[in-house]
Protein backbone atom coordinates (compact mmCIF):
# COMPACT_ATOMS: atom_id res chain seq x y z
CA UNK A 1 0.00 0.00 0.00
CA UNK A 2 1.42 3.15 -0.87
CA UNK A 3 0.77 5.85 1.85
CA UNK A 4 3.04 9.12 0.85
CA UNK A 5 3.90 10.39 -2.26
CA UNK A 6 6.71 12.48 -1.24
CA UNK A 7 8.43 15.10 -2.89
CA UNK A 8 12.20 14.53 -3.32
CA UNK A 9 13.67 17.41 -0.89
CA UNK A 10 11.12 16.91 2.03
CA UNK A 11 12.12 16.01 5.28
CA UNK A 12 10.08 13.84 7.35
CA UNK A 13 9.90 13.35 11.05
CA UNK A 14 9.83 9.08 11.69
CA UNK A 15 9.80 8.03 15.76
CA UNK A 16 8.98 5.00 16.95
CA UNK A 17 8.30 4.15 20.77
CA UNK A 18 8.21 0.76 22.44
CA UNK A 19 6.68 -1.19 24.89
CA UNK A 20 7.40 -4.28 26.94
CA UNK A 21 5.38 -5.94 30.13
CA UNK A 22 2.89 -2.57 30.46
CA UNK A 23 5.93 -0.36 30.65
CA UNK A 24 7.99 2.29 28.37
CA UNK A 25 10.89 0.29 26.64
CA UNK A 26 12.61 2.11 24.15
CA UNK A 27 12.20 5.05 21.42
CA UNK A 28 13.89 6.43 18.83
CA UNK A 29 13.60 8.58 15.99
CA UNK A 30 14.81 10.20 12.63
CA UNK A 31 14.45 12.78 10.38
CA UNK A 32 15.24 11.69 7.04
CA UNK A 33 14.46 12.32 2.98
CA UNK A 34 11.14 10.19 1.75
CA UNK A 35 13.33 7.84 -0.44
CA UNK A 36 14.60 6.91 3.07
CA UNK A 37 11.18 6.41 4.99
CA UNK A 38 10.99 3.29 4.46
CA UNK A 39 14.44 1.56 5.50
CA UNK A 40 14.10 3.64 8.12
CA UNK A 41 11.08 2.22 9.86
CA UNK A 42 12.55 -0.75 9.21
CA UNK A 43 15.68 -0.24 11.34
CA UNK A 44 13.57 1.58 14.24
CA UNK A 45 11.07 -1.51 14.54
CA UNK A 46 14.48 -4.35 14.50
CA UNK A 47 16.06 -1.82 17.26
CA UNK A 48 12.63 -2.17 19.50
CA UNK A 49 12.48 -6.36 18.49
CA UNK A 50 16.20 -6.65 19.17
CA UNK A 51 16.20 -4.49 22.10
CA UNK A 52 18.74 -5.74 25.25
CA UNK A 53 16.27 -5.46 27.70
CA UNK A 54 13.81 -7.78 25.82
CA UNK A 55 11.79 -7.98 22.89
CA UNK A 56 9.18 -5.53 22.30
CA UNK A 57 5.71 -6.53 22.72
CA UNK A 58 3.72 -3.60 21.18
CA UNK A 59 5.43 -0.52 19.24
CA UNK A 60 3.97 2.86 17.10
CA UNK A 61 5.75 4.43 14.44
CA UNK A 62 4.48 7.51 13.41
CA UNK A 63 5.82 9.33 10.46
CA UNK A 64 5.01 13.25 9.54
CA UNK A 65 6.17 15.50 7.10
CA UNK A 66 7.90 18.20 8.14
CA UNK A 67 7.50 22.19 6.89
CA UNK A 68 11.35 22.75 5.52
CA UNK A 69 11.15 26.13 6.44
CA UNK A 70 10.65 25.36 10.23
CA UNK A 71 13.83 23.29 10.41
CA UNK A 72 16.38 24.75 13.27
CA UNK A 73 19.85 24.18 11.77
CA UNK A 74 22.87 23.76 14.20
CA UNK A 75 26.49 22.09 14.95
CA UNK A 76 27.06 19.40 17.58
CA UNK A 77 29.77 20.11 19.74
CA UNK A 78 32.88 19.01 20.27
CA UNK A 79 33.67 16.00 22.04
CA UNK A 80 35.93 14.94 24.73
CA UNK A 81 35.63 11.89 27.27
CA UNK A 82 37.71 11.93 30.70
CA UNK A 83 38.47 8.64 31.84
CA UNK A 84 38.01 8.58 35.73
CA UNK A 85 38.23 5.65 37.74
CA UNK A 86 34.79 5.72 39.73
CA UNK A 87 31.60 7.55 39.99
CA UNK A 88 32.44 9.40 43.17
CA UNK A 89 35.35 11.03 41.32
CA UNK A 90 33.10 11.51 37.97
CA UNK A 91 30.20 13.33 40.25
CA UNK A 92 32.96 15.32 42.11
CA UNK A 93 33.72 16.37 38.45
CA UNK A 94 30.94 16.77 36.84
CA UNK A 95 30.13 19.57 39.26
CA UNK A 96 33.31 20.84 38.97
CA UNK A 97 32.49 21.46 35.36
CA UNK A 98 28.85 22.55 35.72
CA UNK A 99 30.44 25.43 38.10
CA UNK A 100 32.35 26.07 35.02
CA UNK A 101 29.02 26.12 32.68
CA UNK A 102 27.20 29.01 35.36
CA UNK A 103 25.51 26.53 37.40
CA UNK A 104 25.78 26.97 41.29
CA UNK A 105 27.33 24.59 43.49
CA UNK A 106 23.94 23.87 45.56
CA UNK A 107 21.96 23.43 42.01
CA UNK A 108 24.97 20.99 40.92
CA UNK A 109 24.94 18.88 43.95
CA UNK A 110 20.91 19.09 44.24
CA UNK A 111 20.66 17.57 40.66
CA UNK A 112 23.50 14.86 41.16
CA UNK A 113 21.19 13.78 44.26
CA UNK A 114 17.81 13.73 42.35
CA UNK A 115 19.52 11.41 39.52
CA UNK A 116 21.62 9.20 42.02
CA UNK A 117 18.46 8.46 44.04
CA UNK A 118 15.85 8.23 41.17
CA UNK A 119 14.65 12.01 40.19
CA UNK A 120 10.38 10.45 39.37
CA UNK A 121 8.44 10.52 42.84
CA UNK A 122 8.30 7.06 43.18
CA UNK A 123 12.33 6.96 43.29
CA UNK A 124 12.61 5.62 39.61
CA UNK A 125 14.04 7.07 36.40
CA UNK A 126 12.14 10.25 34.83
CA UNK A 127 11.05 9.10 31.01
CA UNK A 128 12.14 13.04 30.13
CA UNK A 129 14.57 15.40 31.81
CA UNK A 130 14.22 17.59 34.90
CA UNK A 131 14.31 21.40 34.40
CA UNK A 132 16.67 23.10 36.84
CA UNK A 133 17.05 26.96 37.69
CA UNK A 134 20.92 27.39 37.65
CA UNK A 135 21.36 29.56 40.34
CA UNK A 136 18.63 28.18 42.40
CA UNK A 137 18.51 24.35 42.07
CA UNK A 138 14.67 24.46 42.55
CA UNK A 139 12.98 22.43 39.73
CA UNK A 140 10.80 23.82 37.55
CA UNK A 141 9.50 20.94 34.90
CA UNK A 142 5.62 21.07 35.10
CA UNK A 143 5.27 16.86 35.34
CA UNK A 144 8.00 15.29 38.44
CA UNK A 145 7.43 12.10 36.99
CA UNK A 146 7.53 12.45 33.06
CA UNK A 147 9.74 15.62 32.51
CA UNK A 148 10.51 16.95 29.16
CA UNK A 149 11.06 14.88 26.50
CA UNK A 150 13.58 16.08 23.91
CA UNK A 151 11.92 15.05 20.69
CA UNK A 152 12.28 15.61 16.66
CA UNK A 153 16.19 16.34 15.85
CA UNK A 154 18.57 14.49 14.39
CA UNK A 155 22.11 14.57 11.94
CA UNK A 156 22.19 15.62 8.19
CA UNK A 157 23.24 12.82 6.31
CA UNK A 158 26.70 14.30 5.04
CA UNK A 159 27.19 15.32 8.78
CA UNK A 160 26.54 11.55 10.03
CA UNK A 161 28.98 10.15 7.64
CA UNK A 162 31.89 12.47 9.36
CA UNK A 163 30.96 12.34 12.48
CA UNK A 164 31.07 8.66 12.33
CA UNK A 165 34.43 8.67 10.93
CA UNK A 166 35.67 10.84 13.61
CA UNK A 167 33.82 8.71 16.61
CA UNK A 168 35.09 5.17 14.89
CA UNK A 169 38.74 7.14 14.91
CA UNK A 170 38.43 7.07 19.02
CA UNK A 171 36.14 3.55 18.95
CA UNK A 172 32.97 5.57 20.07
CA UNK A 173 30.70 5.12 16.99
CA UNK A 174 28.09 3.67 18.68
CA UNK A 175 24.24 4.58 18.19
CA UNK A 176 23.57 5.70 22.16
CA UNK A 177 26.39 8.06 21.55
CA UNK A 178 25.52 9.73 18.38
CA UNK A 179 21.95 10.61 19.80
CA UNK A 180 23.28 11.41 22.97
CA UNK A 181 25.32 13.90 21.53
CA UNK A 182 22.41 15.31 18.96
CA UNK A 183 20.07 15.79 22.07
CA UNK A 184 22.44 17.58 23.47
CA UNK A 185 23.19 20.23 20.58
CA UNK A 186 19.58 20.71 20.89
CA UNK A 187 19.37 21.32 24.10
CA UNK A 188 22.56 23.85 24.01
CA UNK A 189 20.53 25.31 20.89
CA UNK A 190 17.33 25.77 23.09
CA UNK A 191 16.99 29.16 24.29
CA UNK A 192 17.65 30.26 27.99
CA UNK A 193 19.27 26.76 28.64
CA UNK A 194 23.35 27.06 30.60
CA UNK A 195 23.88 23.56 30.87
CA UNK A 196 23.26 20.10 30.76
CA UNK A 197 24.04 16.95 32.64
CA UNK A 198 23.03 13.66 31.80
CA UNK A 199 23.96 9.63 33.03
CA UNK A 200 21.94 6.66 31.61
CA UNK A 201 18.95 4.58 32.90
CA UNK A 202 21.03 1.34 31.53
CA UNK A 203 22.26 -1.08 34.26
CA UNK A 204 25.34 -1.51 31.90
CA UNK A 205 26.16 2.21 30.92
CA UNK A 206 27.92 3.84 33.62
CA UNK A 207 29.40 6.80 31.43
CA UNK A 208 27.46 10.26 31.38
CA UNK A 209 28.02 13.58 30.15
CA UNK A 210 27.90 16.96 31.25
CA UNK A 211 27.42 19.72 28.43
CA UNK A 212 28.00 23.72 27.96
CA UNK A 213 28.13 26.08 24.95
CA UNK A 214 31.62 26.67 26.07
CA UNK A 215 32.72 23.60 27.06
CA UNK A 216 31.35 21.13 24.53
CA UNK A 217 30.07 17.53 25.27
CA UNK A 218 32.38 16.36 28.50
CA UNK A 219 31.76 12.25 28.84
CA UNK A 220 32.62 10.95 32.21
CA UNK A 221 33.45 7.33 32.11
CA UNK A 222 31.44 6.65 35.66
CA UNK A 223 28.76 8.60 36.72
CA UNK A 224 27.27 6.01 38.28
CA UNK A 225 28.16 2.38 39.75
CA UNK A 226 27.80 -0.74 37.54
CA UNK A 227 24.26 -2.23 37.91
CA UNK A 228 21.99 0.58 38.94
CA UNK A 229 19.24 1.67 36.83
CA UNK A 230 18.74 4.75 38.17
CA UNK A 231 19.71 7.47 35.65
CA UNK A 232 18.26 10.76 34.24
CA UNK A 233 18.64 14.16 32.46
CA UNK A 234 19.06 17.45 34.00
CA UNK A 235 18.55 20.75 31.68
CA UNK A 236 19.79 23.73 33.76
CA UNK A 237 18.33 27.12 33.25
CA UNK A 238 19.07 30.81 33.34
CA UNK A 239 15.84 31.55 35.51
CA UNK A 240 16.27 35.46 35.06
CA UNK A 241 15.77 35.18 31.35
CA UNK A 242 14.06 31.65 30.66
CA UNK A 243 10.35 31.45 29.24
CA UNK A 244 9.54 28.47 30.53
CA UNK A 245 6.79 27.84 27.87
CA UNK A 246 8.72 28.47 24.96
CA UNK A 247 11.89 26.65 26.26
CA UNK A 248 9.40 23.44 26.84
CA UNK A 249 7.63 23.96 23.40
CA UNK A 250 11.34 24.20 21.50
CA UNK A 251 12.40 21.19 23.27
CA UNK A 252 9.78 19.12 22.59
CA UNK A 253 8.25 20.19 19.20
CA UNK A 254 10.91 22.54 17.15
CA UNK A 255 12.52 20.21 14.46
CA UNK A 256 16.37 20.61 14.85
CA UNK A 257 18.69 19.27 12.07
CA UNK A 258 22.43 19.40 13.19
CA UNK A 259 24.30 19.82 9.64
CA UNK A 260 27.67 20.51 10.90
CA UNK A 261 29.96 18.87 13.43
CA UNK A 262 32.45 19.57 16.31
CA UNK A 263 36.15 17.70 16.68
CA UNK A 264 36.28 14.52 18.54
CA UNK A 265 38.57 14.36 20.90
CA UNK A 266 40.31 10.97 21.64
CA UNK A 267 40.09 9.72 25.41
CA UNK A 268 42.09 11.03 27.86
CA UNK A 269 42.39 11.85 31.70
CA UNK A 270 41.40 14.21 33.58
CA UNK A 271 44.00 16.99 33.89
P1 LIG B 1 19.37 7.17 28.12
O1 LIG B 1 20.58 8.02 27.81
O2 LIG B 1 18.54 6.87 26.92
O3 LIG B 1 19.71 5.99 28.95
O4 LIG B 1 18.45 8.10 29.00
C1 LIG B 1 18.85 8.49 30.29
C2 LIG B 1 17.75 9.30 30.91
O5 LIG B 1 17.59 10.51 30.18
C3 LIG B 1 16.38 8.65 30.91
O6 LIG B 1 16.20 7.89 32.09
C4 LIG B 1 15.45 9.83 30.91
O7 LIG B 1 15.30 10.31 32.23
C5 LIG B 1 16.24 10.87 30.12
N1 LIG B 1 15.86 10.91 28.71
C6 LIG B 1 15.96 9.91 27.79
N2 LIG B 1 15.54 10.32 26.59
C7 LIG B 1 15.17 11.61 26.74
C8 LIG B 1 14.63 12.59 25.85
N3 LIG B 1 14.39 12.33 24.57
N4 LIG B 1 14.38 13.82 26.36
C9 LIG B 1 14.61 14.10 27.66
N5 LIG B 1 15.12 13.23 28.53
C10 LIG B 1 15.39 11.99 28.09
Known amino acids: MLIFQPMSDELYSVRMHAERAGAHLCGAERLVSADRIEETAA??????????????????????????????????????????????????????????????????????????????PDGRSMRGAMLVGATSGRRLEPDAARGVRVTRMDLSPQAEERLRADLAAC?????????????????????????????????????????????????????????????????????ARVDLAALIAFLEHQVFLADAVGAVYPPREPR
Do not use: M, N
Not at 56 to 65: T, Y
Not at 102 to 113: D, E, M, R, W, Y
Not at 203 to 223: C, I, K, M, N, Q
Open 43 to 120: VLVRRALVHPRGCAEGLRLAVDRVDPASVVRGRLPAVTTLQVSDFSTGRALAAELLAKAGVSSAAAVFAIHCLARGAA
Open 171 to 239: GLDRPQVREALVLAAKVLAAPGVVAELCWSDDPDYTTGYVASADLGYVRLTELKPAGDERGGRVFFVDE
